[in-house]
């Protein structure tokens, strides 16, 4: 793990392999048997693991391909599970959690909080209906404003 009590999305996304891989009583190579059915013939034991430990990074299309061995909705294998690590590392910054959690069901949008001493993400949207966001500059701030669309 990164940080004391953070992980990074690599890490998150490496737990959510290995969860769902035992869940459905899968070993290691039984998920690179079928990632290698899906197109991914490189995928070996050794590249679920690497994956699993967060040693290896895992491009859209074989994020994509191992939610559908696996039997998953993608977004599932991004959804932060461990408890011991409340925030998560996006690139320099921190969200707690639970928020990256909601930002990858598509229920919110995270901003760069400019006013924090650490790069910290910020809660932008609600989760009530559509909006649509505008960018306006403030006094040199970037403020992003919510605005309810049009029905």
């Not at 599970?81 to 928020?99: H, L, Y």
């Not at 559509?130 to 040199?140: E, G, H, K, S, Y």
């Amino acid at each position: 793990m990164g940080e004391k009590g953070r992980q990074t999305p690599g890490e998150v996304l490496g737990d959510g392999v290995k969860v769902y891989r035992e869940a459905r009583g899968l070993s290691q190579q039984g998920l690179a048997d079928r990632m290698s059915r899906l197109g991914f013939t490189a995928w070996t034991q050794n590249t679920v693991s690497l994956t699993e430990r967060a040693r290896r990074s895992v491009s859209v299309d074989e994020h994509r391909a191992l939610a559908a061995a696996l039997g998953v909705p993608p977004t599932v294998l991004m959804m932060a599970r461990d408890r011991d690590a409340p925030e998560i590392t996006v690139g320099n910054a921190v969200v707690k959690a639970g928020w990256f959690n909601d930002w990858e069901r598509g229920e919110l949008a995270l901003v760069l909080d400019l006013d924090s001493d650490e790069p910290r993400l910020r809660r932008l949207l609600d989760q009530e209906g559509p909006i649509a966001m505008r960018d306006q500059l403030d006094d040199d701030k970037l403020m992003l404003r919510r605005t309810q669309e049009e029905e």
